[in-house]
């Protein structure tokens, strides 16, 4: 292999290296695309193609080298991930890094654990279930029951997840137990607007993000990301809905 044709493989791999993070992090595909083409184009590779969907990225260039593809399987929400990324490729831009040290650094993001612990996630989801059930104009009785239901339905669905894997049944058994809780709170009398205490609950588990994505990546023109994230919200939605509609038909 010629001096050249490897620095270009080794530019590839850093781009597609960047992209994983990336969409493995939460970011939108048009961001995706244009922090790998920013990277070629610092470090000699001006006219360089991307094809990114939520489930995978095909890279290459002009030249003679193959187009490379590489998988994603796990997507989650991480956006400060998608910040460091940012922040090295405006470096190389610039000329601060080189290639390796580009390469060292994401191997460094890649690696790290960002995300806040468990017990963070779980009062933060309980404080914002009871925030949300106020400002669906709740009443400050039901502040306790709804921190308490959204704690458990959010702690409830990281472990369902790590357990079952398929985000459509962690979300709908999650969703399910929030129902259970909720209607537990009204009957023996702790709660009183069991519609109230629901919807607040169950708004952490709501795909913001996907949603915003999608719309963003459809205006941008990326039809297939944007659909295949619409699809993806939508399948959560459904399963959200459908986790408290069994609960209302099976104990109401």
């Known amino acids: 292999m010629s001096k050249n044709n490897e620095h270009v493989f080794e530019v590839i791999e850093l781009c597609l ?25 610092a470090l000699g590779i001006p006219n360089s193609h991307s094809y990114v969907t939520p489930t995978g990225i095909v890279f290459s260039t002009d030249d003679t080298n193959p187009a490379k593809l590489i998988r994603i399987s796990e997507r989650s929400t991480d956006l400060y991930k998608v910040t460091l990324v940012n922040g090295v490729s405006r470096k190389v831009s610039n000329g601060e890094l080189t290639r ?14 960002y995300t806040f612990p468990i017990y963070q996630q779980v009062l933060a989801a309980s404080i914002a279930s009871a925030c949300f ?28 997840q790590r357990v ?9 058994l999650a969703s399910l137990i929030i129902g259970v809780i ?4 009204v ?27 999608a719309v963003r990546d ?30 209302f038909a099976t104990m109401s």
């Open 164 to 172: 079952v894997q398929i985000r459509f049944f962690s979300e709908f």
């Open 133 to 160: 059930m106020i400002m669906f104009l709740g009443q400050w009785h039901d502040f306790f029951p709804a921190f308490i239901t959204g704690g458990v339905g959010f702690l409830s669905f990281i472990f369902l």
């Open 100 to 113: 390796q040290e580009a390469f060292e650094k994401l191997m460094e993001i890649e690696k790290e654990n």
């Open 218 to 247: 459809l205006m941008a023109g990326h039809l297939v990301s944007g659909l295949s994230k619409g699809a993806e919200a939508f399948l959560t939605a459904f399963a959200i809905g459908a986790g408290v509609a069994v609960v």
């Open 17 to 41: 290296l960047a992209g994983k993070i990336m969409l493995q992090s939460g970011a939108e595909t048009y961001r995706v695309e244009d922090t790998m083409t920013r990277i070629a184009e």
């Open 187 to 213: 009957k023996i009398g702790i709660g009183e607007q069991l519609d109230k205490i629901i919807i607040g609950s169950v708004m952490p588990l709501v795909p913001g993000l996907l949603i915003t994505n």
């Open 182 to 185: 909720s209607m537990l709170f």
